[in-house]
């Protein structure tokens, strides 16, 4: 069955570069969300889209922005990066009513800024 | 502000024993409950969650609104157990809502079942 892709797996960046992480989600899901985990840390949510629109903010920083397109899948713009954006980045994708299905992850893109 | 809270970062049993992993949680609401899995070099899978009162590879988590609690069990533990788990949780499914279908982790347990 079609799962939640992500690409790159791996993506090695240097400081004050930019980056591009992008999300495809499961066919018919409709919603996209983006996670962070530095090491040793729990995932933090960065930004959700519902029907490609921004449904849901949480801690993402101003350098960020992200989209999601008409075929819905999504892309995770980083710029001027930092050291401390160097952590496992994935995304979710679920139906609109996803809290009753759960969510469906992807495997991550391990982003490692030098 | 919702909140998980995994008191046990760290959680070794022996094959055979019980395992329970704790959560709790803080949400002015009724929230939606769940347990995901990470197996090592693999990505979150999504375990149970507590609608559906289901068990999945012998596990069960009953929330505890009393308590706000949502704790996972396991009466026998096996090697193939070990992994690390997440409970989360999530608003109630709302399309309106501004935190609709946002997921909130907790810190996570590795749980490490020895022969």
């Known amino acids: 069955a079609a799962g939640v892709i992500q690409s790159p797996r791996h993506l090695i960046k240097e400081k004050r570069e930019t980056a591009t992480l992008k999300c495809y989600p499961i066919?018919?899901?409709?919603?996209v969300y983006w996670y962070q985990q530095g090491p040793g840390q729990d995932p933090q949510f960065l930004i959700s889209?519902?029907?490609?629109?921004?449904?849901d903010k949480g801690s993402i920083p101003d350098r960020f922005s992200a989209q999601q397109f008409s075929d819905y899948h999504s892309e995770l713009n980083m710029s001027s990066l930092e050291l401390g954006d160097s952590a496992l980045y994935f995304c979710?994708?679920?139906?609109?009513?996803?809290?009753?299905?759960?969510?469906?992850f992807g495997s991550g893109t391990r982003l490692t800024v030098v | 502000a919702q909140r998980v809270t995994q008191p046990e970062k760290l959680l070794s049993v022996f094959k055979g024993a019980p395992v329970e992993l704790k959560c709790n949680y803080s949400?002015?609401?009724?929230?939606?409950l769940f347990w995901y899995v990470q197996y090592s070099r693999q990505r979150l899978q999504l375990l149970l969650r507590h609608i559906s009162r289901e068990s999945i590879k012998g596990f069960t988590a009953d929330l505890n609104k009393g308590e706000t609690s949502f704790h996972l069990k396991k009466p026998f533990a096996q090697e193939e157990d070990s992994a690390m788990y997440y409970c989360?949780?999530?608003?109630?499914?709302?399309?309106?809502?501004?935190?609709?279908?946002?997921?909130?982790f907790g810190q996570g347990t590795i749980l490490t079942v020895h022969p």
């Open positions: 889209f519902y029907e490609k629109m921004q449904s």
């Open positions: 979710a994708s679920s139906l609109v009513d996803g809290g009753n299905y759960g969510y469906t």
């Open positions: 066919p018919r899901h409709d919603t």
């Open positions: 989360a949780l999530s608003g109630p499914s709302n399309a309106g809502g501004t935190s609709y279908g946002k997921l909130t």
């Open positions: 949400y002015s609401g009724s929230p939606e």
